[in-house]
């Protein structure tokens, strides 16, 4: 079966330092990857997304993703992360345009001041 | 741009009683999803429509669910005799088209729905 796994449910990080959120992908082919970001009470906003060809890609707010196809991982880092980046994120996928996505349980990201 | 529209935005039933939730989604996007967000179960597909059309409900569970979109500029879904498993937030995107750089899903912030 088709599925995604973040494997940590929190996590904890202090105003300026690094983030890096873990997802990996159980498919059959490479499916088309995304991040999206959760504030509270508030619906879901696509962060970046992967189709295929550079393995790095950029997303909104100084977020990036790298994919691996022999890891089966597209992790999600920022550099310098920001109060306002307290959210949950949830990483999907799916296998062709407009289809149905699936997401992994989500990380709950709180940033200290 | 008002973004997806979704209403009500909490919605409180009686064990028994029928729900019907409302999507509308931003103009000119052809393709309407439905997503149910649980604490246990978390995210999960129920059904997608494509110019109005029903092109998969493999979420959707067989008894008592049920999706329409009439036009373009709306979507329902029905709960009937809604039980106490139900309760969830129901989550509605919609996306330009189904061709790369059209299919992005734009989420609505959803419906909150109690049953009691």
């Known amino acids: 079966a088709q599925s995604v796994t973040q494997p940590d449910a929190r996590v904890t990080v202090s105003e300026g330092a690094s983030l890096q959120l873990r997802c990996k992908y159980s498919y059959s082919g490479t499916p088309y990857l995304f991040w999206y970001v959760q504030y509270q009470r508030q619906g879901l906003q696509l962060l970046l997304k992967?189709?295929?060809?550079?393995?790095v890609v950029q997303g909104v707010n100084g977020f990036e993703a790298e994919f691996s196809k022999s890891d089966s991982s597209f992790h999600l880092r920022k550099a310098s992360v920001h109060w306002s980046d307290s959210a949950v994120y949830f990483c999907a996928a799916s296998m062709g345009f407009a289809s149905a996505l699936t997401f992994g349980s989500g990380t709950k990201v709180i940033v200290l001041p | 741009n008002a973004g997806v529209i979704q209403t009500p935005r909490h919605k409180v039933t009686g064990k028994g009683q029928e729900a019907t939730l409302w999507c509308e989604p931003i103009?000119?996007?052809?393709?309407v999803f439905w997503y149910r967000q649980t604490i246990v179960q978390g995210l999960e597909f129920l059904t997608y429509?494509?110019?109005?059309?029903?092109?998969?409900d493999s979420g959707m569970p067989k008894e008592r669910f049920s999706a329409q979109m009439p036009n373009q500029s709306h979507s329902t879904l029905k709960i009937q005799s809604t039980q106490p498993q139900d309760s969830a937030v129901y989550l509605c995107?919609?996306?330009?088209?189904?061709?790369?750089?059209?299919?992005?899903?734009?989420f609505g912030p959803g419906t909150r729905l109690l049953v009691l």
């Open positions: 429509f494509r110019n109005q059309a029903p092109i998969d």
């Open positions: 995107a919609s996306s330009l088209g189904p061709f790369m750089d059209q299919d992005t899903q734009y």
């Open positions: 992967y189709y295929s060809g550079d393995p």
């Open positions: 103009s000119g996007h052809s393709a």
